[in-house]
């Protein structure tokens, strides 16, 4: 029997997982925010990724009025937004940040990594059609992700 192989985003994810861990190994925490997305860019790019760093997003308004802009820390293969995090532990203001900006670039796949504490952190999220299109007055939950988070980014987006 075969082993089925794996969606292409996620092996990505797991090669910026493993990739993480070795950095972390390396490093240990303690430093700012920029070495550690210095050097997870440098040796994704060592791996031959398209890994980009600060990449600027805008949040469009529904007509497509311009609100506001972002950066994404990472931008891995055009398909995998990674946020970086050198705190001592995340909070659901980190949580809501990645949603946000998943949901103003329509990325789908997100890595939450941080490296501040003695463990490295990595969370990964997946934006699907149903939390896309929820509003802030009583989401319709139909995933797990949904049902999960809709509740957090409607009170910090109102």
């Not at 070795?22 to 070495?35: I, N, Q």
């Not at 659901?92 to 941080?114: C, F, K, T, W």
């Not at 319709?140 to 809709?150: D, N, P, R, Y």
């Amino acid at each position: 029997m075969s082993t089925p192989t794996k969606d292409p985003v996620f092996q990505l994810c797991d090669a910026v997982r493993e990739t993480s861990f070795a950095l972390h190994k390396y490093l240990r925490h303690g430093h700012v925010e920029k070495v550690y997305q210095n050097g997870l860019l440098h040796r994704l790019r060592k791996q031959g990724l398209i890994a980009e760093a600060e990449v600027p997003l805008q949040v469009r308004d529904e007509d497509g009025t311009v609100l506001g802009d972002f950066f994404a820390d990472l931008l891995v293969q055009k398909e995998l937004l990674v946020e970086l995090k050198a705190v001592k532990q995340l909070t659901d203001e980190h949580i809501a940040q990645v949603l946000g900006y998943m949901r103003a670039s329509g990325i789908e796949h997100a890595l939450l990594i941080n490296f501040g504490g003695a463990r490295l952190e990595i969370r990964k999220f997946v934006l699907n059609d149903a939390f896309r299109a929820e509003t802030t007055a009583a989401p319709k939950a139909k995933s797990f992700l949904s049902l999960l988070f809709a509740p957090l980014c409607a009170s910090l987006w109102q």
